[in-house]
């Protein structure tokens, strides 16, 4: 399951788009040396939570395997994978495949992004010790967006299922994610869990350790998934 990811080369030329909106985002006007200790996380943070990534969300998160059940349906690979194997293997496995296709872009461009800071930013810095709390608030907001592009990705999986149209698959995401944005800056402004760029910061009440966020997010991760599962053993009736 994870080598036929692994192997999809959507799933890297999405790593690379994220790369690039990392980038995008980097605060470079602001290094100038000789840098404070561990400025390099404070960049990487700031890259991380910019707006460029964020908007890559619904877009990134989609381009591995959104569409992926569209595409296998439709060349007659579906029904040659399903002689071989049950309908149940086939969902536990998609479902999974499709999360993971919009979660390891990020995961990976963030990854990337930190060892590239590493080795051209730190050298800029006065010699001090890393805050390992802040490399670990640093791997909370990754690990965060990372997520929100699983969820994405499992909207994009969904809406495959049900629509069996490339553009309902790709285009359905993006839409719902920027409607909670609108809906969020216009109508509802107190409405934090509802809006995107908060998954990601989690600046708000969260409960005093912070933990709801996770909590959110792997409800979140978990429904999305559960619908996608149902989606999909609705349409497999039918091939």
């Known amino acids: 399951m994870m080598k036929e990811l692994i192997q999809e080369k959507g799933l890297w030329a999405a790593a690379l788009l994220c790369l690039g909106g990392l980038a995008a985002g980097f605060p470079f006007y602001q290094m100038e040396a000789p840098l404070a200790p561990g400025s390099f996380l404070d960049f990487c943070q700031a890259a991380l939570q910019g707006q460029v990534l964020l908007f890559l ?13 569209v595409r296998e349906s439709s060349s007659g690979f579906l029904k040659l994978y399903l002689t071989r194997t049950d309908r149940m293997e086939y969902m536990k496995r998609k479902t999974v495949q499709v999360y993971m296709g919009g979660f390891l872009p990020f995961f990976l461009a963030g990854v990337w992004m930190l ?3 590493f080795l051209f ?17 640093v791997a909370g907001v990754l690990l965060r967006v990372s997520l929100a592009g699983g969820i994405a990705a499992g909207a994009a999986g969904i809406f495959a299922a049900v629509f069996m149209n490339y553009y309902m698959a790709y285009g359905l995401p993006f839409v719902c994610y920027y409607l909670l944005v609108i809906l969020k800056e216009r109508y509802f402004a107190g409405m934090y869990a509802m809006y995107p760029a908060e998954w990601v910061a989690a600046e708000q009440d969260w409960g005093t350790d912070g933990s709801g966020i996770w909590v959110f997010l792997g409800v ?7 619908l996608h599962g149902l989606a999909l053993y609705v349409r497999l009736r039918e091939v």
């Open 57 to 69: 969300v619904p877009v990134a998160g989609v381009l591995p395997m959104g569409a992926a059940f």
């Open 115 to 117: 060892a590239l800071a």
């Open 121 to 137: 930013v730190y050298p800029l810095e006065l010699k001090g010790s890393v805050d390992g709390g802040k490399l670990w608030e």
């Open 220 to 226: 979140f991760s978990a429904v999305v998934m559960l």
